[in-house]
């Protein structure tokens, strides 16, 4: 599969434990973008990253939450003391930004749907 | 920062009508106008896209056009099948995306 891939696709956890979620992009995708959405609305920028330096990051974004693209490839976003508000799909997108060539074109990962009880 | 509302919130047409979904922006400087779909349980497909420096866009049944001036993009879908049944969110892009609310769309048999 070359699509956009994430781990796990579901996860359950309490409420003030800590959760990660991997996101491995199409493999020439240098832009990686984290999304958040919950029933019935569209997806909610987070963050994205070029390569492994993270660009920009949405003022909605509390400090519990964390990404990181060590090596410019795979991603990891993790949420420390999850409250019952986490709970939401999470998902990640990807697409290439090379010399000129900008694709706006981002294309989804299926999504990690995290339940914080 | 960018804002873009979608209408309506649910569209249910007869298989073979068109439907018509609207979205306004209010930042000027977005560029990018992208359509997804999304199934039940299913990631975003984009579907069609336009830059703005399109007027309109169109593949097979489905087309997008863009009003700069007034800020607003509408995606039309023709000769509508069940299958086109789903949510379909609108974007808009200055820097990050941002995204409508969805509409979702029935189409009855």
């Known amino acids: 599969d070359t699509g956009v891939s994430q781990d796990p696709r579901h996860k359950i956890t309490k409420r003030g434990q800590n959760v990660t979620f991997r996101c491995d992009p199409i493999s020439e995708h240098n832009r990686l973008y984290w999304y958040r959405q919950t029933l019935g609305q569209g997806p909610e920028f987070l963050t994205y990253f070029q390569n492994e330096a993270q660009l920009e990051k949405s003022r909605l974004l509390s400090d519990r939450f964390s990404a990181e693209r060590p090596k410019g490839s795979f991603s990891t976003l993790e949420i420390q003391r999850t409250e019952q508000g986490d709970s939401a799909m999470y998902l990640c997108a990807s697409s290439l930004s090379q010399g000129s060539y900008l694709s706006y074109e981002q294309y989804f990962g299926p999504g990690t749907r995290l339940t914080v009880t | 920062g960018e804002n873009v509302e979608q209408h309506p919130s649910t569209l249910s047409v007869q298989e073979g009508d068109s439907a018509v979904i609207k979205c306004t922006y209010s930042?000027?400087?977005?560029?990018?106008f992208p359509w997804y779909k999304q199934e039940l349980g299913k990631r975003p497909q984009l579907i069609i896209d336009?830059?703005?420096?399109?007027g309109e866009k169109k593949d097979q049944r489905i087309a997008v056009t863009l009003n700069k001036t007034a800020k607003h993009f509408s995606l039309h879908i023709t000769e509508t099948q069940p299958e086109d049944s789903a949510v379909y969110f609108c974007?808009?892009?200055?820097?990050?995306?941002?995204f409508g609310a969805g509409t979702r769309l029935t189409v009855k048999p």
């Open positions: 930042d000027s400087a977005s560029n990018y």
């Open positions: 336009i830059r703005s420096n399109v």
């Open positions: 974007a808009a892009r200055p820097n990050d995306m941002r």
